[in-house]
């Protein structure tokens, strides 16, 4: 499989995310009890998207010296577009650990706590993800047109709207096997995941919530990862463009806490996009979209999405008072 990427370009970015680990680790913290600011979260958000945007102008600049104008070009825009797709299907994300947070009563501080853990996992797991990803599509190249329909089929889901009947936590098969074959407190212990009693280890709820946060992106990573194949299948912009998109996902949690209400259409917008990114994937053989086709739809899917449910959500306000 044709790739950018080597091995000084892979330690490099791995260096990166090494870095704004750390600058996320030991940064971004809120006093003990005290909930993360709209504010404060809102200019994290703006840091680590400007991150992203000079990660691509750093790897334009690098390929447009190394391999010429039209290759840069096109990679950098495939960078752009499987960052966009990624960004936007992780806010599915953030309203699954809404949720869970609500159903165990997990106060601010520990969200913190939780998420850092959370994107760490993300990370790693993704990587996997995308390397075993890239092998099979390398391999068995008609894996391509099994990743279309599962899209096309996940888009359609998408247009169905929110499904109420998932939102009871406690009816998912993980939690109860979790506590049939573990011995977990009845309430949190304070920032411990174990704690001992009577010489007896016990797991706390906070330990069943890490593992669902880690859970639900393993899940949400069967739709992104062949999502972001259908951009481009090249594995240094697939592994830059998903982890890029995750290094922002503790900020932006706690920015759309507060907002996820709001956002009436965005499962229409994923659907859209789903599907149209489905259909190209499956239309390999017959015709091939150039990458600024799939970038522009992208964002314009996005930008219509965000109007009409700033729209709705004002008409709503408005009905209510």
Sequence with gaps: MES?????????????????????FLGFKQKEGESVKVKTAAYWSIAWVSVAALFGGGLWLYLKHSVGLEVANTKVMEYFAGYL????L????????????????IPPGLQRKILLYGVLGAIIFRTIFIFI?????????????????????????????????TSNIEDMA???????????T???EKDQFFVRQNGVLWATPL?????????????????????????????????TANLMAILGLRAMFFLLSGAATKMHYLPYGLGLILLFIGFKMLMLDVFHMPIWISLGFIVLVLSITAWLS????????????
């Design 4 to 24: 950018i990427g080597n091995l000084w370009l892979y330690l490099g970015f791995f260096a990166i995310v090494a870095v704004m680990l750390a600058i996320d």
């Design 85 to 88: 797709l990624e960004k936007s």
């Design 90 to 105: 992780a806010i599915d994300n953030v309203f699954v650990w809404l949720m869970i947070f609500a159903a165990f009563a």
């Design 133 to 165: 990803g890239a092998w099979f599509v390398q391999e068995f190249s008609w894996i391509l047109y099994i990743f279309g329909a599962f899209l096309v089929y996940t888009g359609f889901k998408f247009l169905k709207g929110p499904e109420q009947e």
């Design 174 to 184: 993980l939690l109860k096997w979790l506590r049939k074959h573990m011995r977990i």
């Design 186 to 188: 009845p309430t949190l």
């Design 207 to 239: 330990f069943l919530v890490l593992i669902l946060v880690e859970a639900s992106d393993i899940i949400f990573a069967v739709d992104s990862i062949p999502a972001i194949f259908a951009v481009t299948t090249d594995p240094f912009i697939v592994l």
């Design 310 to 321: 700033i729209r709705h959500s004002r008409k709503h306000h408005e009905t209510t008072l």
